[in-house]
């Protein structure tokens, strides 16, 4: 079957779907495998629950009907079907990626831009080789422009991406320790995370530059771009500074922004949106309700005052680079007794232990600091310490803190998605 005809038929559709779970009537479920599912297993399933078509690849199969289409790859279905779609729409695609900040960055675009665009962006966690697809599916003719997050975990990824999205505006937030085991080591990172500047670079768009960034005015040159920073060469001059409430501010021609997030790894994400908006033409009245209007969540640089404590919450991932700057930034309080909960961070590879030692001790100097450390690689750093204390888990620390309440703390709580320190937060 021609994508051409499968699009035809997503087009008398009501969208695509991936799960039976959440299909809705009139979708067209795609049956995609995975390491512990098979879509093919659920073609019934889907049929009964009001799906207008199903894609399938099991080559066993001969699915007696004719709303289901036999293919050789579903997911290869799937986004040939994203790339067909993409090209049906000449509009602005921002691309973006990079090791820290991607989906906070990616929030702040959407709510600065929708103040003039309609926007279609990715959602939750959806960046990869499924949810990029799925995301360009929702394209339609009242979109104005498109922002599109993208993760990778090795090289190559990101230049799938881009040849399905085809991003016109490209943004790499930055080139960190993240996804070490997969990329090989940093320079495996640099590399894979510039795939999105060689796209664009072959493409003839524009790229946006943090200035204050060394290695993204490298892998930049001879690229169209857009530049951010302190210095006067960039095309928007941001400077920024921390309100006495500890939150996140940015200077545009004597005028000041005040946003709703905290930590100073925070402006780089501010500074981009605001870039950003200056390149689409939004007022500057436009970009400040935009970042005014952003609330973080879902455990991102997400602040929570508890009846007990005031929690700094960024629980959703970690790796070196972002644990480094968010504790740096966390240590600048002053007068207030904090109390530092970090996790284990996941794919780092052949350097883990050794990742995880030097934030140990970089935090075991502060005298008045209590620290608490959850996972099974920080635990095989573990020392006898009346004031750092070592958990395996998550439900060891809760428990922990059921017995010994805390209260009138500052409390900052950062690691991988998998320790779920997040479960932490009612006895808090």
């Known amino acids: ?19 039976t779970r959440t299909i ?18 659920f073609i019934d399933q889907a049929f009964d629950l009001g799906a207008s078509g199903v894609i399938y690849d099991d080559k066993e199969l001969n699915y007696k009907s004719q709303k289901a289409f036999k293919v050789r790859n579903a997911l290869e279905t799937l ?24 989906t906070t960055s990616k929030e702040l675009i959407n709510s600065v ?3 003039k665009f309609k926007i279609t962006f990715t959602s939750n966690n959806f960046n990869n080789h499924i949810g990029v697809p799925l995301t360009i599916m929702e394209i339609n003719s009242k979109t104005d422009l498109a922002i599109i997050e993208m993760g990778a975990n090795h090289l190559g990824e990101i230049d799938l991406l881009c040849n399905i999205a085809d ?24 590399k894979g995370k510039s795939e999105l500047y060689e796209y664009i670079r072959e493409s003839k768009g524009v790229i946006l530059v943090n200035n204050e960034d060394r290695i993204q005015r490298e892998k930049s040159r001879g690229i169209k771009s857009f530049s951010f920073g302190k210095s006067k060469k960039s095309n928007c001059i941001i400077y920024n500074t921390t309100s006495n409430k500890g939150l996140c501010e940015a200077r545009l021609n004597d005028k000041k922004i005040v946003s709703n997030l905290h930590g100073e790894y925070n402006f780089e994400n501010i500074n981009a949106s605001i870039a950003i908006g200056i390149h689409f033409g939004l007022s500057f009245e436009q ?39 968010s504790i740096q930034s966390f240590m600048k309080f002053k007068g207030v007794e904090k109390i530092l909960i970090l996790g284990d ?11 995880h030692e030097r934030i140990l001790n970089s935090v075991k100097k502060n005298k008045d600091l209590k620290i608490f450390l959850v996972g099974k690689i ?51």
């Open 1 to 19: 079957m021609k994508i051409d005809d499968i699009h035809f038929l997503f087009s008398k559709s009501s969208g695509i779907s991936t799960d």
């Open 167 to 190: 991003p016109n505006i490209g943004y790499i937030t930055n080139f960190g320790k993240a996804h070490l085991e997969g990329f090989g080591g940093i320079e495996g990172v640099i």
């Open 345 to 355: 961070m996941h794919e780092i590879g052949k350097t883990s232990l050794k990742e």
């Open 287 to 325: 970009i400040e309700t935009g970042i005014k209007n952003y609330i973080p969540k879902n455990n991102r640089s997400e602040m929570i005052k508890t009846k007990k404590n005031l929690l700094f919450v960024d629980s959703y991932n970690a790796n070196p680079t972002s644990m480094k700057l």
């Open 24 to 41: 809705k009537k009139n979708n067209i479920f795609f049956c995609l495998k995975g390491e512990k599912f098979d879509g093919n297993l």
């Open 79 to 102: 986004q040939a079907l994203a790339k067909h779609h993409r090209s049906k729409f000449n509009i602005p695609v921002i691309g973006l990626t990079g090791s820290n900040g991607k």
């Open 113 to 115: 831009l929708s103040q």
């Open 378 to 428: 920080f635990n095989q750093l573990k020392f006898n310490s009346g004031r750092i204390h070592f958990f395996n888990e998550i439900d060891e620390l809760i428990e922990y803190f059921k017995k010994k309440l805390v209260t009138g703390h500052t409390i900052f709580l950062k690691g991988s998605r998998k320790i779920n320190l997040e479960k932490a937060i009612p006895i808090l």
